[in-house]
């Protein structure tokens, strides 16, 4: 019988720095987790690669700055997820205060995001050992696959 293999989290090699700068976004499948690879003004980021909201794919989504965080757009429904820390950000206004200004809130972590290094030109994913849920976990693995193709 074939000894499974217990998941280490790395860190995985995922290619080429020079190769991973000039992908900009780079998808890669680490011990069965889909992880997105981003490179975006001199920095490194990694998240899962499936949006907390409903599944959509991160691969093609847009980066820009909101509230001074770097985050990816889903190209879904436009939800923001800031890149350094998973954070789901969105811009409201509350209708108590006298003359409502819109401002950023956060809903907190929704994206599981991954540890990137880079040593001698090649870069490496390190999966987040965090062991509570978070709600990104819902579309990966098998039962994600399921998920995804529903929404
Ligand atoms: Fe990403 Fe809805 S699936 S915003």
């Not at 680490?30 to 690879?37: K, S």
């Not at 975006?40 to 001074?68: K, P, R, V």
């Not at 108590?96 to 819109?102: Q, S």
């Not at 990137?116 to 098998?142: A, P, W």
């Amino acid at each position: 019988m074939e000894e499974e293999k217990q998941p280490t989290g790395g860190p995985h090699f995922v290619g080429k720095k020079d190769e991973m700068i000039e992908a900009k976004h780079s998808f890669r499948t680490l011990e069965g987790r889909d992880v997105l690879i981003v490179y975006h003004q001199s920095a490194f980021y990694a998240i899962d690669s499936y949006c907390y909201h409903a599944g959509g794919t991160l691969l093609n989504g847009d980066i820009e700055e909101f509230d001074g965080k770097m985050c990816i757009i889903c190209p879904n429904h436009k939800y923001k997820i800031c890149l350094a820390q998973g954070e789901g950000i969105y811009k409201a206004t509350d209708p108590r205060e006298k003359t409502p200004v819109p401002r950023w809130y956060s809903k907190g972590v929704k994206q599981r995001i991954h540890t990137v290094t880079e040593t001698n030109g090649d870069v490496y994913v390190k999966l987040s050992e965090d062991r509570g849920f978070i709600e990104s976990d819902f579309y990966q693995g098998e039962k994600g696959k399921v998920e995804r193709a529903k929404a």
